[in-house]
Nanobody
């Protein structure tokens, strides 16, 4: 059974940093692209960015230059380093493996498995 678990969220002041982790069990991150998403209160879930199996990364305009996605295949972990955090970065952050991220990478649709973690809350507040 595939399970994704996000961790590392918390309360941080504007301008601060956090590093989120996504751990996988029952699945090898090295075999798939992994996406990070977020959902702010009252808003739809949105893409933060992704990392491919070749370590190619791409980011949403709102976070580009501030956030960095990386992976450690030996530990089967994917990370989201968040710097220069803003109030508007407050959200629940999720990692995803499967159809949603594949569709975003390909700019189309994708079927098949689609796994999500339960998310970790990032609260940027003074």
């Amino acid at each position: 059974q595939v399970q994704l678990v996000e961790s590392g969220g918390g309360l941080v002041q504007p301008g601060g940093s956090l590093k989120l982790s996504c751990a996988a069990s029952g699945w090898m991150f090295s075999d798939e692209a992994v996406g990070w998403y977020r959902q702010a209160p009252g808003k739809r879930r949105e893409l933060v960015g992704w990392i491919t199996t070749a370590d190619y990364t791409r980011y949403a305009a709102a976070v580009k230059g501030r956030f960095t996605i990386s992976r450690d295949n030996a530990k089967n972990m994917v990370y989201l380093q968040m710097n220069l955090l803003k109030f508007e970065d407050t959200a629940v952050y999720y990692c995803n493996v499967g159809a949603t991220t594949v569709a975003n990478i390909n700019g189309g649709t994708a079927g098949g498995m689609d796994y999500w973690g339960k998310g970790t809350l990032v609260n940027v507040s003074s």
